[in-house]
Nanobody, 128 residues
Framework: QVQLVESGGGLVQAGDSLRLPCAASGRSFSSFVMGWFRQGPGKEREFVAAIKWSGITTYYYYADSVKGRFTISRDNAKNTVYLQMNSLKLEDTAVYYC???????????????????WGQGTQVTVSS
């Protein structure tokens, strides 16, 4: 019964910032890896960022194209993962998807096929 809902998308200008929340719900939710992917028109879905937690240790992963500009974080009390996007560029325009891996087996965070649950997507459009 895992459900992911992302929001916060919209139309912004180059150089602006935007924060996308992804709220996870369901009593069966037990994922320890969550990520963000994006997909532009006519393009493959690509990895953006991921967060992995095990005990008190947390790992962060970023695509080279967003490293230094985007930050992924989590709020366990709210079961929410955030994607903070700064210094947005025109090439960041895409539909952004939140995803979560299953708890039984975790594959590489970089590939969409390793994620069991997906949100509906939220549109981010960056204009000049």
């Amino acid at each position: 019964q895992v459900q992911l809902v992302e929001s916060g998308g919209g139309l912004v200008q180059a150089g602006d910032s935007l924060r996308l929340p992804c709220a996870a719900s369901g009593r069966s939710f037990s994922s320890f890896v969550m990520g963000w992917f994006r997909q532009g028109p006519g393009k493959e879905r690509e990895f953006v960022a991921a967060i992995k937690w095990s005990g008190i240790t947390t790992y962060y992963y970023y695509a080279d194209s967003v490293k230094g500009r985007f930050t992924i974080s989590r709020d366990n009390a709210k079961n929410t993962v955030y994607l903070q996007m700064n210094s947005l560029k025109l090439e960041d325009t895409a539909v952004y998807y939140c995803a979560a891996q299953g708890s039984s087996y975790s594959g590489s965070v970089y590939y969409p096929a390793n994620y069991a649950y997906w949100g509906q997507g939220t549109q981010v459009t960056v204009s000049s």
